[in-house]
């Protein structure tokens, strides 16, 4: 912008917002001219044509996102291919080397029944996981059912003591019955005092006035 001699109000792109776009649009709208003024000529164009270039960027979102991925997977296989470039002198030499030497049928046979006995020990090792793992499953399912069980006797036992009643229920019963009747008499009991100490407290109030 200062180069190009353009006048930004750099509050309103802080702003970030529709009056930061209307401020970009300056800058694209000569960058727009330049690319097609012809014979290197530059198109100076007004702030009131800026209108009139209206991009749709909500349908590029994906590109953007794609051609961000592209670009880091780019730098990393560009990192890899630096580093591979780097081993090549030490590779030449070793390629070079195996192609020149002449190939021996029985060093051949010999690297392949190697290769083959080991591709079978691998196979071997995962025939005796997936047998561990049947193990394992048919362990799991005996537990999970001997857990069911206790389960199933545990709540019939609760059942049973739910079901079940106590010997001491009948006693307590009459108990509880008694003690209801004797909170009955207390609490006449206790209004009933109370009142009369309300009555003598009136009485001698009345005798104290009497007397002065």
Do not use: C, W
């Amino acid at each position: 912008a200062t180069k190009a001699h353009i006048k930004l109000n750099t509050k309103k792109l802080y702003q970030a917002d529709g009056y930061a776009v209307k401020e970009l649009l300056k800058v694209t709208s000569v960058l727009y001219g330049a690319m097609n003024t012809q014979g290197g000529e530059r198109a100076d164009l007004p702030e009131e044509d800026s209108s009139k270039f209206k991009f749709d960027l909500g349908s590029k979102i994906a590109d953007l996102k794609a051609a961000r991925q592209l670009a880091s997977e780019i730098t990393s296989k560009g990192a890899v291919l630096y580093d591979l470039l780097g081993k090549e002198v030490e590779l030449r030499e070793a390629r070079t080397e195996s192609i020149a030497r002449p190939l021996e049928i029985n060093e051949a046979e010999k690297v392949m029944k190697i290769a083959i006995n080991s591709v079978l020990e691998e196979v071997q090792k995962t025939k005796d996981m997936l047998s561990n793992v049947a193990l394992d499953e048919a362990s799991l399912e005996a537990k999970i059912e001997k857990r069911k069980l206790e389960l199933e006797r545990s709540q019939k036992r609760l059942q049973t003591l739910q079901s079940v009643r106590p010997a001491f229920m009948d006693e307590y019963e009459k108990i509880e019955e008694q003690l209801q009747k004797q909170y009955s008499t207390y609490l006449e009991k206790f209004r009933n005092l109370t009142y009369m100490e309300q009555l003598l407290d009136d009485h001698r109030r009345t005798e104290q006035e009497m007397f002065e």
